[in-house]
Each structure stands twice: as C-alpha cells, then as structure tokens.
C-alpha cells in the first residue's frame, strides 16, 4: 500500500516527530567560531537553504589548524608540525574552497552540508614521477639527509642547503625546521594557484656522478599532486652541533722521569733512628721538590723506589767494609737487599743492622707523603698501586774514621733512585685547535587534504528546506522521479519515511 503523499510542511513535521533533527556539522560544533548557519539542523530560517560561497567565506583561515596538527602528526611517518604550520595549510584550504567552481569549493558544500568534512593525510605518491638530475624517480615519504661539516676553522653550526634541480641554493638554514616551513609556504601557494608543488629528494655523488639516492642533500623537485591537497614536510629527526675550541696556552705532557735525591744531610750520627719524623719527611719532600724543579716537573707519580743506604766502617772501633769510596762491591758472596745475616763479630753486626734499618726506615718515610703537596707549583707526589720497592744496605771504607754526615768522602749517606711519571711543563705557545660544527635534519612528508565522505544511499543527508528522494525504494524497485520534495535520502531516512 502507497503512502499517502503529503504537503510539504506536513512531511516535515512527520520527520520532526520521528527523530531528532537537530544535527550540526562535527567540525563547526568543535570549532565555535563559525558564522553564518550552515549544515543540517543548526537553522530554520528560510534563506539558509544551503551552504553559500558567504558560508564557506566565514571560516577563519584558523579554523581547520587543530584537525590538521592532530592528522598529520599521527603515525605511520607522523609530520610533528606545529600550530603555525596547521594554520597556514588551513589558510591555503580555505582560500582554495572559495574560488567557485573549484574541486575544493564543492568538497566544502557537500561536507559542510552533511557533516562529513573530514581532513586526511597520504604518503601514497606511487601516481608521482619527478625527474631528478635525467632520473625518473618517486619521491619518499622519509627524506634522510646528510651530516653537513662546517669550516675548519669557524666552531658555528654550518647551514644546511635546500637546492634545485639545476643545484642552485634555493634558501639555507641552520635549522632543519626553516626548509619544512618554505616548502610549506611555497606549496600552499601553489596550490591556491593549482599549480605544481615541492616534493624534497636526496642527491649525491656516486663514482663522481650526480645520483639521486636514499642518503645525501635535500634537492626540491616540482611534481603533480594526486589528491587536491598541500605537500608538506615536518622534522623526524635532527642533529645539530656546533664547534669546540681548545684554547692554546702552556703545554703540559706526562713522561717518564727518573730521580735521584741525596739524603746524606738528612741525617747525622745521632739522627739515624729518625726519632723526629717530621722533620725528615719535611726534608725528603724538599729534596724531591729540588729535583723535579731542576728538570722542569709537576705532579710526580712514582712507579719504582730503590734505597741505598750505607754506614762508615766504624762502630765503636773499626770494622769490616763492603764497598770502596767509588761505591764498588769489596766483599763478595752477601744479598745487599736482604737483610744482613750475623758474623762472629758483635759491632760489625751492630754496624751492618745500622745501615739496613736506617733504609727501612727511609722507604717508610717516603711511603708516608703519598698524596702530600711537594709546595708551591710542584703538585703533589703519588706513589702507584703496585710500585716496586728495594732496599740495598752497604758499609763504605772511610779508613776507619768517624765521619760526620754530609761530609766529603762521608760514608754515612742515603740515596734514593726514584722512577715514575711526571708532567713536563714546556713554556712554548701552542695554537688553539678548532672543531668544526655539524648539522644533518632528516625529514617527512606527506599530503594534507581535505575531503567529504560520501554517506550510504545518498550524497546528502538533508537540509530544512531542501529534501531529496533516494533512488530506490526498500524493494529495490526504483522509485519515479518526484520533483520539488523528495530525491536521494539516505537509506535510514528513507525508511523512516516509507516504511
């Protein structure tokens, strides 16, 4: 049974009755800041039949800026574009759909009638062909580019160069971000224009011949567009350094040195038990201060410590010897390192005991300023983890005398051979050494463009005083054609109006 067929007015308080028509466009409900009544529901007035050039006019450039950030910075190669990016793609966008008759201008009539205005994004450019330097090739939705080095002599961060095919500089930045943004501005003109816009590419050299490659410097190519959109590149990655410079100055190197620090005057006779230990360890750290100052040293690090200390041959009478006046070995068959075994003789034991404690006693002291300051710009003295250490006890032939110590020909002496590492400090200018800065920014692009989702069963949904009639009724038979009030409904409307 046919439906009674109804006025105009009546159908349109039938459709009020059966659902809720007050539906508003998702984009201009969120945005706030439209003017004017557009899309489905928001306006009874009878003038507002449809979306007009003056309702597409009254989007503010803005108005799209928060949809495209959010859609271009999704992954799979999310753009990171910022607000002032967004913003200018929505000013091109709507600057384009304001021309009549353009492709962009009914995208907007239709989505903002039926809600459906939807911004996306592709990195499909399998439709592109550029020719880079006689290769045809296709452009990548990731653009790496290479480490660029800056002056040998300049520690500023070098600029990295956008070139055309013809590998002119078109513009050079020192941020990876400023040759996002002028592809940017450049392709929205284009765009608002119709014309071709940039995509980014890579070359290089490969056996001296100019390539296009994966790696290399960021080249601008024109290609056409395969949907009605803006090619626009973000910043995956960057890594900006500048330069260092070490300045010049004093020259100070580690070397080995090797010391010898008389301490026959260290002690005398009654002084041989050390009985005032700071005031030897004072006079051992001034006597190693003295050598290292003689050769030009800081900071002592010592590695190998060899004690020779020896006694007159006189102990309460004269007693046996061991070494000459030259120091030369006069009894053979005895360990100096060792300490000395026992004769027969009580004041040749006494005297041998002497000179091997007196030794001891020497390397112990030394032990003792590990870490201490040797005054003023000589540093300060270390011994190392593992140094070896000797001890070599001796009696020296002073012809039976007793000899004070220090004095010519003495035989009460002490010797100390010292190996390590010290700093050799050299007076000499050296030349500042400069290390030049770097840059490399690797890039991402992609298409932003705006569209209108067709709705199942019609292109509309409908509007206060505009109603369309789907083609086809629930049967499937089509239905004949009615002019004035009902054409093309969507298929849910359709069965609210005829079932």
């Known amino acids: 049974m046919k439906n009674k067929k109804l006025d105009l ?67 799979p190669q999310p753009l990171k574009i910022d607000d002032e990016v967004a913003k200018s793609i929505s000013r091109g966008i709507v600057a384009k759909a304001q021309v009549r008759g353009s492709k962009m201008n009914k995208i907007f009539r239709r989505g903002l009638l039926n809600g459906t205005l939807n911004i996306k994004k592709t990195n499909e450019f399998s439709n592109v062909e550029l020719n880079v330097l006689g290769t045809s090739m296709k452009p990548n939705d990731l653009v790496f580019g290479s480490s660029i080095k800056g002056s040998v002599d300049k520690t500023e961060t070098p600029e990295i160069p956008l070139y055309d095919i013809d590998k002119n500089v078109l513009m050079s930045s020192v941020n990876p971000e400023d040759i996002a943004s002028w592809v940017l501005n450049q392709n929205v003109e284009s765009f608002k224009k119709g014309e071709q816009q940039y995509y980014l590419v890579t070359f290089g050299t490969f056996n001296g011949v100019d390539k296009p490659m994966k790696k290399g410097f960021f080249m601008a190519v024109k290609g056409d567009v395969p949907v009605d959109g803006i090619v626009t590149v973000g910043v995956t990655s960057k890594n900006t350094q500048e330069g260092t410079t070490t300045p010049g100055g004093t020259l100070t190197t580690k070397t080995p040195v090797d010391l010898v620090v008389e301490l026959s005057e260290a002690f005398t006779t009654g002084f041989s038990t050390f009985k005032d230990n700071d005031s030897a360890r004072q006079a051992l750290i001034t006597k190693i201060g003295q050598e290292l100052t003689n050769k030009g040293y800081i900071n002592l690090d010592i590695n190998s410590i060899n004690v020779i200390s020896s006694a007159s041959n006189y102990y309460v009478g004269i007693v046996d010897f061991t070494h000459d006046k030259g120091g030369n070995v006069t009894k053979t068959g005895i360990n100096f390192n060792n300490e000395p075994t026992k004769t027969d003789k009580k004041n040749v034991d006494a005297n041998n005991k002497l000179a091997w404690e007196r030794g ?82 690797n890039l991402t692009q992609a298409i932003i463009y705006v569209d209108s989702d067709k709705l199942e069963g019609g292109i509309r949904l409908a509007s206060w005083f505009q109603l369309y009639q789907s083609k086809y009724d629930p ?25």
């Not at 270390?382 to 000899?403: C, F, M």
């Not at 390590?420 to 400090?425: D, T």
């Not at 049967?475 to 079932?499: A, H, S, V």
């Open 360 to 441: 001891q006693r020497l390397l112990t002291l030394l032990k003792g300023i590990n870490g201490q300051s040797l005054g003023g710009d000589l540093g300060v003295v270390t011994i190392h983890d593992g140094a070896s250490e000797t001890v070599e006890w001796r009696v020296t032939d002073t012809d039976g005398k007793v000899d004070p110590a220090g004095a010519e020909g003495s035989g009460q002496y002490a010797k100390l051979f010292i190996s390590g590492v010290a700093q050799k400090v050299q007076t000499e200018d050296i030349e500042p050494t400069i290390t030049p800065g770097s840059n490399k920014g």
């Open 9 to 75: 007015n009546e159908e349109i308080s039938r459709i009020k009755s059966l659902i809720n028509f007050n539906y508003s466009n998702n984009l201009i409900s969120e945005q706030g800041e439209i003017g004017g009544n557009i899309g489905v529901g928001i306006s009874g007035k009878e003038k507002d039949k449809k979306a007009s050039q003056e309702d597409i006019a009254s989007l503010t450039e803005d108005s799209f800026a928060e949809e495209i950030k959010e859609v271009a910075n999704k992954p």
């Open 475 to 499: 049967t499937g038979k089509r239905n004949p054609r009615m002019t004035g009030t009902f054409r093309g409904l969507p298929k849910w409307l359709d069965n609210i109006i005829y079932k």
